[in-house]
């Protein structure tokens, strides 16, 4: 193949990629299973789970558990403290509920059944901003990524046969 048909036919490869990305800016949402495949539960070690996953804007927190045993409360800062429901901006009662991350900043969650809170039901993340087309490429994602893993792949192999 000609070096200049090849470049033409990398440079389509790579403006498929990039349109592909502008059309769905939310390509790298993850959906987050709480408490990994055993779900939202007590006497789990949630701190260490925050710790192995990564948050950002447009991600899902998916909370399962069995329906009317837990309740998964968003809290205020004081009121995750506390093990308070009191001044909470969210309850859910589903057993399958999905919470989305709309904004960047600290988020609070436990479970407002009984003591369910106090037997380490709860856990705080820190949300990041949403990744912008305009920067970098975001890091490997523990979790998640799909489709624009997928891309960001193909847009890799794109770039490597540019420069062969």
């Not at 899902?60 to 901006?89: D, I, P, W």
Request: hydrophobic share 50%; charged share 15%; with cysteine.
């Amino acid at each position: 193949m000609a070096a200049a048909s090849k470049q033409a036919l990398v440079a389509a490869a790579v403006l498929a990629v990039a349109a592909v990305l502008a059309a769905a800016p939310a390509a790298f949402a993850a959906d987050i299973l709480v408490g990994d495949a055993q779900g939202w539960r007590p006497n789990f070690d949630y701190d260490k789970w925050v710790d192995g996953n990564e948050f950002v804007v447009n991600d899902t927190l998916v909370f399962r558990y069995a329906k009317g045993q837990h309740s998964v409360v968003q809290a205020t800062e004081g009121g995750f403290a506390a093990c308070s429901q009191a001044n909470s901006l969210g309850v859910w009662t589903s057993g399958d509920d999905r919470v989305a991350l709309s904004k960047s900043g600290q988020w609070w969650f436990l479970s407002g059944v009984n003591d369910d809170c106090s037997q380490g039901m709860r856990f705080n993340v820190t949300v990041l901003p949403e990744v912008k087309l305009s920067s970098p490429a975001p890091p490997a994602r523990a979790q998640g990524g799909g489709v624009a893993a997928a891309v960001l792949a193909a847009a890799g192999a794109a770039a490597a046969l540019l420069f062969c």
